[in-house]
């Protein structure tokens, strides 16, 4: 018995395109030359999948996205650049995922298992990292780093060049121009650091140990007073007091020693 295409007739696949046989395209998508799809994902109706662009395993695409287009960058001259992206993502309508520029990595990159929800940009240059929850009309602006495990919020602008650090929340039309710190929960315009993201933590097998460690760093920034000097040197002690957080704290200043922008305080 002859092979089912699963890829619908009014498609347009490039014939330069390589794309796994179990690739599933929808009506009236658009996939480029320089595009490489590997199997078991789904690109829904009317999407465009053009320059090069490399998707994963398993992910499942909404109708009407577009994904590997020029970055939105007037110093961009048709340098060659790339969009990477993982596995089992879900990414649904009318996101909009640019490739990277010469003055930055040239790569915009996307992990594993991220939630990307309608409406959403990533810009050029942008690293989007694994278990990442981006709510609609999250807009990442050019070289903006969001770590594992991140939320944003609907309608939340993210600054260029921003970190966001691992396990961090932003919450509803958050405006993010400074970077966020591990763990931290902020909102508001201007951003303003709420608490800690314990619920998120607990659900993601945080023991107490850990969360307790977390929670005396956040009251360290920011509910003593310190300088942003003085609370590193604090945190620099949990390690000692706090052995069984140890990968936490070093996280954090990493994170701390790292910034470029600020962190939110």
């Given at each position: 018995m002859a092979a089912v295409s699963l890829i619908h007739p009014t498609a347009v696949v490039d014939p330069a395109a390589q794309l796994d046989s179990s690739v599933a395209v929808g009506p009236y998508a658009v996939i480029g030359p320089?595009?490489?799809?590997?199997?078991?994902?789904?690109?829904?109706?009317?999407?465009?999948?053009?320059?090069?662009?490399?998707?994963g395993c398993d992910n499942h695409i909404f109708q009407f996205?577009?994904?590997?287009?020029?970055?939105?960058?007037?110093?961009?001259?048709?340098?060659?650049?790339?969009?990477?992206?993982g596995?089992?993502?879900?990414?649904?309508?009318f996101c909009t995922f640019n490739t990277?520029?010469?003055?930055?990595?040239?790569?915009?990159?996307?992990?594993?298992?991220?939630?990307?929800?309608?409406y959403v940009h990533i810009a050029h240059d942008c690293i989007v990292g694994n278990n990442?929850?981006?709510?609609?009309?999250?807009?990442?602006?050019?070289?903006?780093?969001?770590?594992?495990?991140?939320?944003?919020?609907?309608l939340t602008g993210v600054h260029q060049f921003t970190h966001i650090g691992a396990h961090a929340m932003?919450?509803?039309a958050s405006h993010v121009s400074q970077d966020v710190p591990p763990f931290m929960m902020v909102d508001g315009n201007p951003l303003s650091v709420r608490g800690f993201n314990a619920e998120g933590l607990r659900r993601r097998g945080f023991t107490p140990e850990r969360?307790?460690?977390v929670k005396q760093m956040h009251k360290l920034l920011y509910r003593q007073g310190l300088t942003l000097g003085a609370a590193?040197?604090?945190?620099?002690?949990?390690?000692?007091?706090?052995p069984e957080a140890l990968q936490d704290v070093e996280h954090m200043l990493a994170f701390l020693a790292a910034s470029t922008r600020g962190i939110a305080r």
């Open positions: 320089k595009v490489r799809i590997a199997a078991n994902t789904t690109v829904g109706a009317h999407c465009v999948i053009e320059g090069d662009t490399t998707i996205a577009s994904l590997g287009a020029q970055p939105q960058d007037k110093k961009y001259a048709g340098e060659p650049t790339r969009l990477e992206i596995d089992r993502n879900t990414v649904r309508e990277g520029t010469s003055q930055d990595r040239g790569v915009t990159s996307i992990g594993s298992d991220n939630w990307i929800m309608a990442t929850i981006l709510a609609n009309n999250a807009t990442l602006a050019g070289h903006v780093h969001v770590d594992d495990w991140v939320i944003l919020g609907g932003a919450g509803f969360l307790a460690a590193t040197q604090v945190i620099e002690g949990l390690k000692a007091d706090m």
